[in-house]
Nanobody, 127 residues
Framework: QVQLVESGGGLVSPGESLRLSCRDT????????TAWFRQAPGQKREALSC????????FTAESVRGRFTISRDSVKNTVDLQITNLKPEDTATYYC????????????????????WGQGTQVTVSS
């Protein structure tokens, strides 16, 4: 069973970087399409970036492109989100999610397609 746990969040100053990790603690070996989302208080959930199940295709939202990079670490069994040049508007709870379909060639930014979600990790950017 898929059980996702996010980590790496925290309180940082503007301009700093963070690396968020999403780990499937259910120890499933199959690669799945995975996406990162975030949600700030009072705001809609925002799709950030996704990676396909073949691990050879990614997509990142234009609003964060250039600062957010998604990658998969097959050794650690994590999907990571590297965030650079953090801004106060990046403050939110960050969630990872995976699709249960066995093969996903083009990952999606539609949250309704994702079957499993983590509990989130808080990122706060403040001086």
């Amino acid at each position: 069973q898929v059980q996702l746990v996010e980590s790496g969040g925290g309180l940082v100053s503007p301009g700093e970087s963070l690396r968020l990790s999403c780990r499937d603690t259910g120890a499933t070996s199959r690669l799945r399409a995975t996406a990162w989302f975030r949600q700030a208080p009072g705001q809609k959930r925002e799709a950030l970036s996704c990676i396909n199940s073949n691990d050879d295709g990614t997509f990142t939202a234009e609003s964060v492109r250039g600062r957010f990079t998604i990658s998969r670490d097959s050794v650690k069994n994590t999907v990571d989100l590297q965030i650079t040049n953090l801004k106060p508007e990046d403050t939110a709870t960050y969630y990872c999610a995976v699709e249960d379909r066995p093969v996903v060639y083009s990952c999606s930014m539609r949250d309704g397609l994702y079957d499993y979600w983590g509990q989130g990790t808080q990122v706060t950017v403040s001086s």
